[in-house]
C-alpha cells in the first residue's frame, strides 16, 4: 500500500513541477528577468517617446481639470473636449478630481493640468499662501453663476434667527461645503455647521431637527421644484453688498424658478459664485501657452456647436464677454474677443 502511495505521490509531483516552475521561478531566474526588464524598458520607453505620431499627440494636449464625478462641472469640461477635439493637432483630458473648489490647487501644482474649472472665491484661500495668485491663473470663461439658496424652516424670518442653529452645507468637496461657510462668515453668522448629503438634511428640516440648509448650484433645483413643502418654508433673502464685491455678482430667485415656494411677481434677492475656467498663466513663448491659446480659440470659434441639443442647457446662456470679478483675462482669449466679427467665425 505504501508503495503504491509513493508512487502517486511521484507521479503528482512530476506532473505539477511545470506549472510550480512558472508560478514560482526560482530566485536565480526571477533575478535574469527582473534585470533584463529593467535594461530593455527605459530603451523602449524612450524609442515610443521619439516616435514622431507620439511627439505630436503629446504636442497639443490640454490637462482639464474638471470635478467631482457626479458634478456639473465635469460634466461641462467632457463637453467642451468633446467640441473642440482636433485629433493630434488638439486633445483636451477632462480630469475628474476632488471638486472644483480644489482645483485651484491643482492647476497651480499639479502635473499636466493647464486648465481647470473652479469657483471664483476659492481663491480666497490662496491669498496667503500666494501672494500673486491673481497673476498666476486668468480666466478664459465665465462659465455659469451658482446662486446661493439659504432654504429656511417656517420659525426662521431672518438671517440672523439662524445664529447658533444647525445648518447644513453639504458634504465636502461641493460648492455649498466650501462657499457657503465662507459667505457665513463674511455675514457674520455663526451656527452650528453640519456637512451631510441634503437629502438627508432636508428630511431633518421637515422633521424640525435642522433650521436650514444651504445650497450654492445653478438654479433650479430639482429638490426644490419637484419636493412638496408645508406653508412657511421658504428661501431667505442674501442682498448683495460691498463685502461680496470682490468674487460674488448679484443675483435672485424668482417664481419662475420655484412657483410652490415664491409667489408670482415676487423675486428673493441672492447673491451668485461664478464658475469659471481658468487657464495657467503660461508665459506666451511657452509651448503650454500656445496649447491653452489654440484650445481657446477653437473652444470660442465652436460656442454655437455646444448651445446645440445634446449639450447642456448652461451652454446657451453663456456669454463669451461676461467678466469674472478679481481676475483678468488670458491673453488668448481677450484676442480673440477683439477680433472682427467675419475673422471669428472663420477660425
Known amino acids: 500500500m505504501n508503495g503504491v502511495v509513493e508512487v502517486r505521490a511521484l507521479f503528482l509531483a512530476i506532473m505539477l513541477a511545470p506549472l510550480l516552475h512558472i508560478t514560482e521561478p526560482c530566485p ?35 490637462g482639464l481639470a474638471g470635478g467631482l464625478l457626479e458634478g456639473a462641472p465635469i460634466r461641462l469640461a467632457a463637453e467642451m473636449a468633446r467640441v473642440v477635439d482636433d485629433g493630434n493637432n488638439l486633445h483636451v483630458l477632462p480630469i475628474v478630481t476632488r ?27 490662496y ?12 480666466y478664459v470663461l465665465n462659465l455659469f453663476p451658482s446662486e446661493l439658496h439659504i432654504f429656511v424652516r417656517p420659525e ?17 468637496g461641493t460648492a455649498a461645503a466650501y462657499s457657503g461657510p465662507l ?30 440648509v444651504v445650497f450654492i448650484t445653478s438654479k433650479p433645483v430639482d429638490a426644490f ?6 406653508s412657511g418654508f421658504k428661501f431667505l433673502a442674501t442682498p448683495y453688498e460691498s463685502k461680496f464685491e470682490d468674487y460674488y455678482l448679484p443675483s435672485s430667485l424668482q417664481a419662475i ?18 464658475t469659471v475656467l481658468v487657464a495657467f498663466n503660461w508665459p506666451v513663448k511657452s509651448n503650454r501657452f500656445q496649447r491653452v491659446a489654440r484650445f481657446v480659440d477653437r473652444l470660442f470659434s465652436r460656442m454655437e456647436k455646444l448651445q446645440e441639443p445634446g449639450f447642456d442647457p448652461k451652454w446657451k446662456s453663456i456669454n463669451l464677454a461676461a467678466t469674472v470679478p ?21 477660425q
Open 156 to 172: 426662521i424670518q431672518t438671517l440672523s434667527d439662524l445664529a447658533g442653529k444647525k445648518v447644513n452645507f453639504n458634504t465636502q
Open 28 to 62: 536565480a531566474i526571477a533575478q535574469t528577468q527582473n534585470s533584463r526588464t529593467l535594461q530593455t524598458q527605459p530603451a523602449r520607453n524612450a524609442a515610443e517617446r521619439a516616435r514622431p505620431e507620439t511627439t505630436a499627440m503629446n504636442a497639443w494636449t490640454v
Open 99 to 125: 471638486g472644483a473648489t480644489e482645483n485651484v490647487n491643482s492647476l497651480l501644482y499639479l502635473r499636466g493640468i493647464d486648465a481647470a474649472v473652479i469657483n471664483s472665491d476659492a481663491l480666497e484661500e
Open 225 to 230: 421644484v419637484r419636493g412638496r413643502w408645508e
Open 127 to 138: 491669498k496667503s499662501q500666494v501672494p500673486d495668485i491673481q497673476q498666476r491663473i486668468a
Open 183 to 212: 459667505i457665513f462668515s463674511r455675514l457674520g453668522l455663526e451656527v452650528e455647521k453640519t456637512f451631510i448629503p441634503h437629502q438627508v438634511a432636508l428630511e431633518q428640516m421637515r422633521r424640525g431637527e435642522m433650521a436650514a
Open 326 to 346: 478679481g481676475l483678468t483675462r488670458f491673453p488668448a482669449a481677450q484676442a480673440w474677443l477683439d477680433r472682427p466679427r467675419s475673422t471669428q467665425a472663420s
Open 257 to 274: 424658478d420655484y412657483p410652490n415656494l415664491i409667489k408670482q411677481g415676487e423675486h428673493v434677492a441672492t447673491i451668485a459664485v461664478p
